[in-house]
């Protein structure tokens, strides 16, 4: 038995988007035994993130993944879906809402900018630097002149420690904007592993005094914003598909768009402009191979018989991926299949 330091996680009430949150809870315990089923329940005040009122504040934590955190010794993470003391889900649980489905597979490629004093790292104090081009998966102290690269190395190996099923990482068009990509198979568990990637991201940076900046549109003018592509599928999609299921499925995002856009991260219309590989953010879409379009089709899709994943580019990095998981699979599930 061993002092098990768990962080639980959870997401606020603050609108358009909530902020994560944890505390820590020691218990007694076998850390090389631990799973879900022995974390128990908590609570914490309502009032204090926008998820209550002060005279019957409690809200409920209820575990829903584990990970091991490699920066504590005896660490665990805990990411906890938000209750009311009743049991039902409380209204800001966003996870709640996605339709159960072990066979869905999502992707998410979620870009950020690494700030210091408001600044793009790599940013002069007045003015800008080198205009974008040579940043995007670049190399060399000229166009990677700072500490990005030391975090987003330390940030892989805490995700891979955590068991996340992180994919890789690439520096983006912007200087100072990095990308990485986080892969599950079942409805829930990408959008878990993005948002305790996010708090392990934030966390890493507090001892640097650096800033993670979500925000879709930090830097104005000709400089990239930061989206986060939603890679879906289901098992029909990837087994059976075909042409005229395909233009079904897009007809059914079309006409869901606005629905789509509400929950895909706000200021969205400062980067769907049509330009910077986005298409504009009242129009919907589809292309092959074409990252000007709300939704790319990659060639293998076409090329297996219109069976596999589909790439939703409007999301936003700072769009909560449980509901946009939980949209997508709504537009999807409108869609009759044989
Ligand atoms: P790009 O930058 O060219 O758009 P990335 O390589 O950054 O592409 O991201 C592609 C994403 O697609 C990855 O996160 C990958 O896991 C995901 N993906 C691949 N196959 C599937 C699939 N069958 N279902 C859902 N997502 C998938
Ligand atoms: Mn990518
Ligand atoms: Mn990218
Ligand atoms: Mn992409």
């Given at each position: 038995m061993a002092k098990l330091k768990l962080e639980y996680i959870w997401l606020d009430g603050y609108q358009p988007v909530p902020n994560l949150r944890s505390k820590t809870k020691i218990i007694e315990g076998d850390p090389s035994t631990l799973s879900l089923e022995d974390i128990p329940q908590w609570g914490f005040d309502g009032s204090s993130t926008q998820q209550a009122e002060g005279h019957d504040s409690d809200c409920v934590l209820k575990p829903v993944a584990l990970y091991p955190d490699a920066a504590r010794r005896n660490g665990f993470l805990v990411m906890c879906e938000v209750m009311l003391p009743s049991g039902e889900p409380h209204p800001s649980n966003s996870r709640a809402t996605i339709i159960d489905d072990p066979d869905t597979w999502f992707g998410f490629e979620q870009e950020y900018f690494l700030m210091v004093d408001g600044r793009?790292?790599?940013?002069?104090?007045d003015g800008y630097p080198e205009p974008q081009g040579r940043y995007y998966t670049g190399v060399g102290y000229k166009h990677m002149t700072d500490i990005g690269r030391q975090i987003v190395e330390e940030h892989i190996d805490l995700c891979l420690d955590a068991g996340i099923n992180h994919e890789g990482v690439n520096a983006e068009v912007a200087k100072g904007q990095w990308e990485f990509q986080i892969f599950g198979k079942g409805s829930k568990t990408a959008a878990d592993q993005i948002w305790v990637a996010r708090y392990l991201l934030m966390r890493l940076c507090e001892k640097y005094g650096v800033d993670v900046e979500w925000h879709c549109k930090p830097v104005r003018g000709d400089w990239n914003g930061s989206g986060m592509h939603t890679n879906f599928s289901t098992k029909y999609m990837r087994e059976v598909g075909g042409k005229e299921y395909f233009e079904k499925l897009m007809e059914a995002f079309r006409k869901h768009h606005e629905e789509h856009i509400a929950v895909y991260?706000?200021?969205?219309h400062l980067r769907l402009t049509g330009l910077h590989e986005t298409q504009s953010i009242d129009k919907f879409s589809w292309g092959l191979a074409d990252r000007g379009s709300s939704i790319r089709v990659p060639h293998s899709f076409v090329n297996n018989g219109y069976k596999g994943y589909l790439e939703d580019r409007r999301p936003n990095s700072q769009a909560d991926p449980y509901l946009v998981a939980s949209r997508i699979l709504k537009t999807i599930s409108t869609v009759p299949t044989e």
């Amino acid at each position: 038995m061993a002092k098990l330091k768990l962080e639980y996680i959870w997401l606020d009430g603050y609108q358009p988007v909530p902020n994560l949150r944890s505390k820590t809870k020691i218990i007694e315990g076998d850390p090389s035994t631990l799973s879900l089923e022995d974390i128990p329940q908590w609570g914490f005040d309502g009032s204090s993130t926008q998820q209550a009122e002060g005279h019957d504040s409690d809200c409920v934590l209820k575990p829903v993944a584990l990970y091991p955190d490699a920066a504590r010794r005896n660490g665990f993470l805990v990411m906890c879906e938000v209750m009311l003391p009743s049991g039902e889900p409380h209204p800001s649980n966003s996870r709640a809402t996605i339709i159960d489905d072990p066979d869905t597979w999502f992707g998410f490629e979620q870009e950020y900018f690494l700030m210091v004093d408001g600044r793009p790292l790599g940013f002069p104090e007045d003015g800008y630097p080198e205009p974008q081009g040579r940043y995007y998966t670049g190399v060399g102290y000229k166009h990677m002149t700072d500490i990005g690269r030391q975090i987003v190395e330390e940030h892989i190996d805490l995700c891979l420690d955590a068991g996340i099923n992180h994919e890789g990482v690439n520096a983006e068009v912007a200087k100072g904007q990095w990308e990485f990509q986080i892969f599950g198979k079942g409805s829930k568990t990408a959008a878990d592993q993005i948002w305790v990637a996010r708090y392990l991201l934030m966390r890493l940076c507090e001892k640097y005094g650096v800033d993670v900046e979500w925000h879709c549109k930090p830097v104005r003018g000709d400089w990239n914003g930061s989206g986060m592509h939603t890679n879906f599928s289901t098992k029909y999609m990837r087994e059976v598909g075909g042409k005229e299921y395909f233009e079904k499925l897009m007809e059914a995002f079309r006409k869901h768009h606005e629905e789509h856009i509400a929950v895909y991260g706000p200021d969205n219309h400062l980067r769907l402009t049509g330009l910077h590989e986005t298409q504009s953010i009242d129009k919907f879409s589809w292309g092959l191979a074409d990252r000007g379009s709300s939704i790319r089709v990659p060639h293998s899709f076409v090329n297996n018989g219109y069976k596999g994943y589909l790439e939703d580019r409007r999301p936003n990095s700072q769009a909560d991926p449980y509901l946009v998981a939980s949209r997508i699979l709504k537009t999807i599930s409108t869609v009759p299949t044989e």
